[in-house]
């Protein structure tokens, strides 16, 4: 199980965070400078997957951190020891690359700007800490169904409440959440 995903800048500034365990918000920010400090100073040449024993609270014993650095941000998984590295390697992998697709080109600006996608696409990867989907494409395809719907129940309360007009209307998968 995933106990917690952290997208962490080189700086130790969190862009996205999302624990899947109950941590009070004292020992959540103590655990993120801990795991930062844990993998920002591991070498490049080094693999990238860790014990997390010296995590604090109950996240010592049993955690394992994988992570990728990708530019300026390090996306780091907790999980339980008993997941699967390169498995999960891979999921951080899946969603880089579905940060990039919808984002066209990610960056860190887009993680700070629209933390709501972030998490929706976080979403519809890992709910609850447990692993959802890791297709790429059936997540892109989810994504833009919802928006479609998104966009229909925006044109039915704009006709509803009559203002309609020349509205602009941005396509891409997150059309409807983008403000115009």
């Known amino acids: 199980m995933i106990r917690g ?8 500034q969190p862009r996205c965070v999302k624990f899947y365990e109950a941590v009070d918000e004292a020992t959540q920010q103590i655990l993120i400078r801990e795991i930062f400090l844990l993998v920002s100073k591991r070498s490049d040449n080094v693999c990238n997957f860790m014990a997390g024993d010296s995590l604090s609270g109950s996240w010592g014993k049993g955690t394992k951190l994988i992570y990728r650095h990708y530019a300026t941000l390090f996306f780091v998984f907790a999980c339980e020891d008993t997941e699967s590295e390169l498995g999960i390697l891979d999921l951080i992998q899946v969603f880089v690359e579905t940060l990039d697709k919808c984002f066209e080109s990610v960056c860190e600006l887009d993680l700070i700007f629209h933390a709501d996608k972030v998490h929706y ?3 519809e990867i890992v709910m609850g800490g447990l692993v959802l989907e890791t297709n790429m494409h059936d997540i892109l395809v989810a994504i833009n169904e919802t928006n479609k719907l998104e966009r229909s129940a925006e044109d039915t309360s704009r006709s509803a409440s009559g203002t309609g007009g020349a509205v602009t209307k941005k396509s891409g998968p997150f059309a409807a959440f983008s403000r115009g």
């Open 5 to 12: 995903i952290f997208i962490v800048n080189n700086y130790g």
């Open 121 to 123: 696409i976080l979403d």
